[in-house]
């Protein structure tokens, strides 16, 4: 399946410049949008080099920011409608109690995570209903659970999938695909910034279980997306953990969080 123009937001690292790599040979226009420009430019090169014919266009935004993503909206707004592919993957996460959580902090994170992927989808479906295109919208394997120590994360998770789900309904007579992907834990620069001051402890127990890598997560997800898949939960172990959370039963999920093991450090200066 064919897409004129591919649009990935957080492409400056992690999963969004795996997007790039992959999508780049594969349609005639590539739109990167993150914060750091500078990292942006030196994988249009990287791109260009292997692809003569793309055209590359480089977009600096930080999505927590109100005035810029309405700027990044316009500047999409503007660019003549194409068979459009919107890669929502920039993500912001916060490892830590809510109590001794930072108020901007949270803020971020539900503008990165929730407001972004919101707004960048309408404001390129109308060109999609015109001309075609599909939704890749990065959830994660906590949307299936309420998360302590990672409260507002998992939350702005469980509105991406359930946002995907509702507008892939929406979109089926169009014939726009609309494709959660859940990953598990994977080594990105993700974990680095999600950590809070003082803390070196492991975020997710666990997780050597579940890792994977961020070139097998793209793979599932475009093959998710060619195959129409709802929801994509790269490995065999994500689907079976997240067959697994949905079949236990509230209570006892509930009591099963409360006893994890906790290697969170408060803030103590905090009142």
Same mark, same amino acid.
Request: charged letters at 25%; hydrophobic letters at 45%.
């Given at each position: 399946? &064919?897409?004129?123009?591919?649009?990935?937001?957080?492409?400056?690292?992690?999963?969004?410049?795996?997007?790039?790599?992959?999508?780049?040979?594969?349609? #005639?226009?590539?739109?990167?949008?993150?914060? =750091?420009?500078?990292?942006? &430019?030196?994988?249009?090169?990287?791109?260009?080099?292997?692809?003569?014919?793309?055209?590359?266009?480089?977009?600096?935004?930080?999505?927590?920011?109100?005035?810029?993503? !309405?700027?990044? !909206?316009? =500047?999409?707004?503007?660019?003549?409608?194409?068979?459009?592919?919107?890669?929502?993957?920039?993500?912001?996460?916060?490892?830590?109690?809510?109590? &001794?959580? $930072?108020?901007?902090?949270?803020?971020?994170?539900?503008?990165? #995570?929730?407001?972004?992927?919101?707004?960048?989808? &309408?404001? @390129?479906?109308?060109?999609?209903?015109?001309?075609?295109?599909?939704?890749?919208?990065?959830?994660?394997?906590?949307?299936?659970?309420?998360?302590? $120590?990672?409260?507002? /994360?998992?939350?702005? !998770?469980? /509105?991406?999938?359930?946002?995907?789900?509702? %507008?892939? %309904?929406?979109?089926?007579?169009?014939?726009?695909?609309?494709?959660?992907?859940?990953?598990?834990?994977?080594?990105?620069?993700?974990?680095?910034?999600?950590? =809070?001051?003082?803390?070196?402890?492991?975020?997710?127990?666990? =997780?050597?279980?579940? $890792?994977?890598?961020?070139?097998?997560?793209?793979?599932?997800? @475009?093959?998710?997306?060619?195959?129409?898949?709802?929801?994509? /939960?790269?490995?065999?172990k994500i689907r079976q953990a997240a067959?697994?959370?949905?079949?236990?039963?509230?209570?006892?999920?509930?009591?099963?969080?409360?006893?994890?093991?906790?290697?969170?450090?408060? $803030?103590?200066?905090?009142?």
């Amino acid at each position: 399946m &064919h897409y004129e123009r591919v649009v990935v937001t957080g492409a400056s690292s992690g999963f969004g410049a795996e997007f790039a790599r992959r999508l780049a040979p594969e349609t #005639n226009e590539l739109i990167l949008v993150a914060r =750091r420009e500078e990292r942006l &430019h030196a994988l249009a090169e990287e791109l260009c080099a292997g692809c003569r014919e793309l055209r590359i266009r480089i977009m600096p935004c930080d999505l927590a920011n109100p005035c810029e993503l !309405k700027e990044l !909206k316009r =500047r999409l707004g503007e660019l003549p409608p194409v068979r459009t592919l919107l890669v929502n993957n920039a993500g912001l996460g916060d490892y830590g109690d809510f109590l &001794h959580s $930072d108020s901007e902090r949270n803020t971020a994170m539900l503008a990165v #995570n929730i407001i972004a992927p919101t707004e960048l989808t &309408h404001a @390129l479906l109308p060109a999609m209903a015109g001309k075609g295109g599909g939704v890749i919208n990065l959830a994660s394997l906590a949307a299936e659970l309420p998360i302590p $120590d990672f409260a507002v /994360y998992a939350a702005a !998770k469980a /509105y991406v999938a359930s946002f995907s789900e509702a %507008l892939r %309904l929406e979109l089926h007579e169009l014939g726009i695909p609309v494709v959660a992907v859940c990953p598990g834990p994977v080594h990105t620069e993700f974990g680095a910034v999600a950590r =809070r001051s003082g803390f070196t402890g492991n975020m997710t127990p666990g =997780r050597g279980f579940f $890792d994977s890598t961020a070139e097998r997560v793209v793979t599932d997800a @475009l093959r998710g997306l060619r195959r129409n898949r709802a929801r994509v /939960y790269p490995s065999l172990k994500i689907r079976q953990a997240a067959l697994l959370l949905r079949l236990l039963p509230l209570p006892l999920l509930r009591i099963v969080l409360r006893r994890r093991p906790r290697r969170v450090f408060p $803030d103590t200066s905090m009142p």
